[in-house]
């Protein structure tokens, strides 16, 4: 089947960087849109960054200018640069993926890393 690894979270504190990454494996035919997505305990999921196929992204309005979506289609991999950090980004940052395979399709999450930022 399908399988999204994200990897680089990690604590940092306040104004400082990381970067995520999620690779997609598995019986893969071709992915569409790829997005990073972030939550906080007792709120919803919220979309952070998206990227189609093509190149094309959207922001959330509280992450433009500092964090910057990319994506690797040879690699199946989406990555997120997040510069200039603040507490107020700390959560569990999942991507999303969507696959198209053979004979089916979908949109798969990965596992989530956890990305903590301090004051």
């Known amino acids: 089947q399908v399988q999204l690894v994200e990897s680089g979270g990690g604590l940092v504190q306040a104004g400082w960087s990381l970067r995520l990454s999620c690779a997609a494996s598995g019986s893969i035919f071709s992915i569409n849109t790829m997005g990073w997505y972030r939550q906080t305990p007792g709120k919803q999921r919220e979309l952070v960054a998206t990227?189609?196929?093509?190149?094309?992204?959207n922001y959330a309005d509280s992450v433009k200018g500092r964090l910057t979506i990319s994506r690797d289609n040879a690699k199946n991999t989406v990555y997120l640069q997040m510069n200039s950090l603040k507490p107020e980004d700390t959560a569990v940052y999942y991507c999303n993926a969507n696959i198209v395979q053979s004979y089916s399709g979908g949109y798969y999450w990965g596992q989530g890393t956890q990305v903590t930022v301090s004051s």
């Open positions: 990227i189609s196929s093509g190149g094309n992204t």
